[in-house]
């Protein structure tokens, strides 16, 4: 076997849906979605809120796909709006007793495990991922089991038992990076559970990686074929994508990064430089509030024949409303816990990946057409 082999899997392993019935759970997100809010309304949400922080000594911290209002908020009272590594990285080192994250399941677990003495509180709990949903531990565990010579690398986004469970956890800031740092140490990989991100860092590192094959149900509706046909109607447009897509997306990228890496490539753009961005389009508006003179285009999730172009917006992290952090505050529901033991042991695959990226910054430089981009003041690792 080559080095960058794929490993055919057994169908039991294999989890391309949402669980492990193949059932898809939007439905559910998408009716708790809250309505529009009038302006008064918002008003008095994104006031109340911010009295409510204040009062219970908390931070609020956002993830770029959440409602605007929210990133607004985040940013207006001292917290923060970022990708999952920097958002768990913000909690643990803050000093606020309470932490509001406003994203899903997985980043309140996260921010629970590096700060168990912290109240970490969740607009809605039931906000969770396609990712954790199609990684249960009990099967994770069985697949884990049966390949005992492999180091065990998961994405951020899995719940803490499966944490527990892993050697290294990494976000797509600095997947590449720690994969290729195992490879020099003659490691073998056993990668979960997203498939595609999967695929492209095997292809970039030439890693031996045993994949699981998950799927984020946003990234995974970007169609290479549309994006294509849209290039050559903005044939000066750069193309940034996120690498949960698919391979004929990621394979037409001019950058290939993590949320904070294609903002701040956006950022480094030229003025009125143009953008087509596959990534769930939560991201626009950060984008638009940090790099106001360049033309933003969301990547096509269908072909000329659907109604909506793009659709890319997860229905989990749409949950997240101004009422949710009223309410988690003003009556404590929404609390995260994280059993102890699974805590402590998810804590260790965690804080190695954040003393990794402590020790070698350089692991966050994303390659951005013939430039490099590093750490960026105010959006965290770029
Ligand atoms: S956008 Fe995809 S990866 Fe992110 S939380 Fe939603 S389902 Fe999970």
Redesign the pocket.
């Known amino acids: 076997m080559t080095a960058s082999t794929t490993i055919p899997i057994s169908k039991e392993f294999d989890f391309p849906l949402q669980n492990a019935e193949g059932e898809t759970c939007t439905a559910h997100a998408w009716a708790k979605v809250p309505p529009q809010l009038s302006t008064a309304e918002r008003d008095a949400l994104m006031q109340k809120s911010a009295e409510l922080l204040k009062a219970r000594n908390a931070v609020l911290v956002a993830h770029y ?1 959440v409602d605007g209002d929210l990133q607004d908020l985040a940013l207006a009272t001292g917290g923060c709006v970022s990708d999952s590594l920097e958002m768990a990285r913000f909690g643990r080192d803050h000093e606020a007793q309470t932490l509001v994250v406003a994203g ?1 399941r997985f980043m309140g677990e996260s921010a629970k495990i590096l700060s168990p003495e912290k109240t970490v509180l969740m607009p809605d709990l039931e906000a969770t ?4 949903l199609g990684c249960p531990i009990d099967e994770f565990s069985a697949f884990c089991d049966a390949h005992p010579d492999r180091k065990v690398v998961v994405y951020a ?1 899995t719940s803490a038992a499966v944490k527990a469970r892993a050697d290294w956890m990494v976000t797509s800031s600095c997947a590449l990076a720690i994969v290729n740092h195992l490879k020099d140490k003659g490691e073998k990989i056993l990668w979960a559970p997203d498939r595609h991100l999967g695929k492209y860092i095997q292809q970039q590192t030439g890693a031996d990686m045993l994949m699981w094959q998950g799927a ?4 995974d509706e970007f169609k290479g074929l549309e994006l294509d046909l849209l290039r050559k109607q903005y044939p000066g447009a750069r193309i940034l994508v996120h690498p ?1 897509s698919p391979t004929s997306v990621v394979q037409q990228a001019d950058v290939v990064g993590s949320t904070s890496q294609l903002l701040k490539a956006v950022i480094d753009g030229a003025e009125g430089e143009t953008f087509i961005v596959a990534t ?1 389009n939560g991201i626009m508006h950060r984008m638009r509030q940090l790099a106001p003179g360049k033309t933003l285009i969301e990547a096509p999730t269908a072909g000329n024949s659907a109604t909506c172009k793009s659709c890319a917006h ?1 229905p ?2 749409a949950m997240n409303a101004l009422q949710g952090v009223v309410d988690c505050l003003a009556k404590g529901t929404g609390e995260v816990f994280v059993d102890a033991e699974i805590g402590r042991k998810a804590a260790g695959c965690i804080t190695r990946m954040l003393n990794f990226v402590k020790e070698h910054p350089e692991a966050l430089v994303v390659k951005d057409g013939g430039r490099l981009a590093g750490m960026t003041p105010g959006i965290g690792a770029a």
């Open positions: 796909y899903v991922c396609s990712l954790d986004n984020c149900i946003v990234h949960e769930d997860c989990w992290m």
